[in-house]
């Protein structure tokens, strides 16, 4: 057997090591999931990522938006039975019409969604869909299966090289969050459609009425008659969205009357 022979063994099995040992279940869906980051590197790097994009972002001052998305975020956050995540929830003083979680709980909210949302129940939807794909891990997930695409040398040589700008950059980029600040990249449909999942059941659980969600995205849908919202741009969005979400409410409601406290739609935005 030849050297090159050799190392394409190696390879081959180097990465049914990184495939065995990386197999997880996203939450509520169950989905098998391949994530090779181990979740505490994910989440020092999320935490980095969030800061320091936002440093020289200007915070709200609109109190009511800022009380508004502390309150409703602690409110899912106690339903993400993730007590080690250290939450932080922005409002970032901006007309961009986005959103976005980073892996540990760390959630910005653009002021430009805001008014869209309409009341508590509606930036629920947008906050539980955000919160979950940080909780399905959909960041590392995505960069995952670029390395079990690549040469597994590269991607070895990834996960152990210490270049931690590099991979703030690339879970930054994972995690739907460009380079420039607001922009969002998209995720697969698949991982939407679980966020989407994922989202109901939370919002439910914490005590917002679920109708909320399929009224959303109807109304979000609706936004931008020649150049959809950059929210919407970036989640792709057909008219399977809002009926699979009404499918699911049968279950949401009876999260939401089995919640320790009911909020309805909560207050106006």
């Known amino acids: 057997m030849n050297r090159r022979q050799c190392l394409r063994r190696l390879s081959l099995a180097s990465l049914a090591t990184l495939v065995g040992c990386g197999c997880h279940s996203a939450p509520t869906t169950g989905r098998k999931q391949l994530l090779l980051m181990p979740e505490g590197q994910e989440v020092s790097l999320g935490a980095d990522a969030f800061h320091q994009m936002l440093e020289d972002e200007p915070d709200s ?4 938006w800022v009380e508004l998305v502390e309150r409703v975020g602690h409110r899912i956050a106690a339903q993400s039975d993730r007590p080690d995540y250290e939450w932080e929830f922005k409002v970032v003083s901006s007309p961009t019409q986005n959103a976005f979680c980073l892996p540990g709980g760390k959630v910005a909210i653009y002021e430009g969604i805001l008014p869209v949302c309409q009341d508590e129940a509606g930036l629920a939807v947008v906050m539980s869909h955000e919160v979950a794909h940080a909780l399905a891990r959909h960041g590392g997930e995505r960069m995952s299966q670029s390395f079990a695409v690549d040469q597994t040398k590269q991607a070895i040589s990834f996960m152990t090289r210490n270049q931690e700008e590099t991979r703030r950059k690339m879970i930054m980029k994972a995690y739907g969050v460009g380079t420039e600040y607001g922009v969002l990249l998209p995720y697969n449909r698949k991982q939407e459609s679980e966020a989407d999942h994922i989202g109901i059941m939370l919002m439910s659980q914490a005590g917002y009425d679920p109708q909320a969600a399929p009224a959303f995205w109807q109304r979000f849908s609706k936004l931008g008659a020649e150049k959809p919202p950059e929210f919407l741009s970036t989640h792709p969005s057909d008219s399977r969205r809002s009926s699979d979400l009404d499918l699911l409410l049968p279950e949401a409601m009876d999260l939401y009357a089995n919640a ?10």
């Open 61 to 64: 001052q609109n109190t009511h």
């Open 260 to 269: 320790k406290e009911q909020h309805g739609s909560g207050v106006k935005v």
